[in-house]
Structures are given as C-alpha cells and as structure tokens.
C-alpha cells in the first residue's frame, strides 16, 4: 500500500486527509508489520476518516462496526439465521426418505448472519479490506476479548463450525476517545498513537484543503477563533469537524469577516453544551475579536 513514510503522506494528502510525521509512520510501519492501529485522540480530530480514506486509497471495502454500550458477539461477529434453519429443517421433514437425519448441516456458513468482524475475514474479499472499530471506549470491556483472536491471528473459531480465517488480512483502524481505558490485552497487538487538536497551521490547511472556495480571511479568522476557544475551561472543545462545519456554514451567510454578532449567532456548529456557548458569548467581544483574530498579525 505505501512504500515509505513520505509516500504515506502524499497518498493521504491526494486524498483530502493532511497528516503529521508520526501519524504517517504509524501507519506505513502497521502495513509493513500486519499489525491493527489503535487510535486515541478527542472526538472530530480526524480518526475515523484515517478509515475511509485507506478505503478509497486501496479501492477497497470499508467495514465499520460502531461499538456501543451492550454490543455482543451476535452484533458484531456473527449470528445464526434460525428462521431460515427452521424452514430448511421443515422443508427436509417434507420429502424425507429416512436415509438421512432433517437437521444434518443445518449449521453452516449458508446459515451464518455474518456481522463485521466476520466480514472483514471472508475468503470471498479479493483484496485486504479496511475494518473500522469505532469507538471501542463504549462498548463494554468484556467485548475486547472478542477482538484478540482476531487481531493475533485474523482468524475467528465458531463452535459449530470451526475456524475461520482471512485469506487477505484486513487492515484494521481501531479508535477510542478515551472515555474509558482499553486493556493492554488488546493494546498490545497494536501499534498506537495519540492524534491531538491540529496547529493553527495544520488545521488552516485541512480547513483549505476541504473547503477551497472559502474566503481566505473568513478562514484564517475562523481558524484562529476556533483555536481560541480549545483554550478556554470548557466541556467539549470543538474538533477539526466542528470547525469545518462551522466554516461552510458561515459561507452560506455570505460572511466574509467574523464579527461578535455572527459569532454569538452561531455558536452551536463549534459548541454541544449549553454551558460551553453561554460562557463564549459572554466573553465575545469586538475587543477580544481585536485581539484574538488580528492580535498576532
């Protein structure tokens, strides 16, 4: 997939996905090692899309399994298709000849409601796809020792049926927001890394890489405001997501400069508590606007 560390950063970067040093090596040294990548990092930062972009990089499937709180083994891994069974099994009753028992391979694969983790290492792939196991910081922890047999081996042991493994290893992005600590069990067969808020620089350039036809300065303020407001004693510091989202949004108001009236207005596309956009709209002023946009320039 990529031939060096430079390379991993240009093929990210053709992809709309701009990527620091260490988030490239991270991943070029998983491909070389056939190793999962454990990602950490706050909500909107950037791990999910790692996933999807891959996906559209290889031109390969993408597989998600968003973990939740109560995910189990038939969720996730596979389950038995019992209807179908009953009606085979009603339809042997049928015609049968004595010669023969009517449950006799009523527990195979044609009979398997195949969940993601199945799915990423079917022997049907002609290719390595790319299995997203989002979130696992909210699924239960007695859910990760379902992952080790896969992130050991890729292969995954049905009692009825036996082991089944991977003809082309999936290439697997595990994320978290670490709202919970994961086992080392399963950090161990990972290679890990921390993706943090971006620089100012950095997400300036997500921000033009996403959104070209943004006004240039509405952009840098945008930015800058954003990067302000991560500062502050808030719940939930806004991701690069928010200030995305909050950028395209300003551009269908036709904004062209941030003012204290538009920014008190439109809070909520960077703020999702209550709390967190009362404390901002009182300290927005044209004054500190003065001093955070233009103060540095």
Known sequence: MFSSVED???LLHKHHYITEIGLATCLFLSQKLGKAIFLEGEPGVGKTEIAKVLSQILDTPLIRLQCYEGLDISQAVYEWNYPRQLLEIQSRQNHANGSESVIDDIFTEKFLFKRPLLQAIDDSHTASPVLLIDELDRADEEFE?????????FQITIPEIGTLRAKHRPIVIITSNRTREIHDALKRRCTYYWIDYPSRQKELAILRLKLPDAVDVLSRQVVDFVQWVRQQEINKPPG???TLDWAEALGYLNTQTLDADVIKR???????????VSKIQSEVTEQLLEKVLYGAQ
């Open 266 to 276: 439109t809070l909520g596309f960077i703020l999702k508590y209550q709390d967190d």
């Open 145 to 153: 020792s379902f992952l080790l047999e896969l992130l050991s081996d």
């Open 8 to 10: 991993t950063i240009n």
């Open 240 to 242: 690069v997501s928010e």
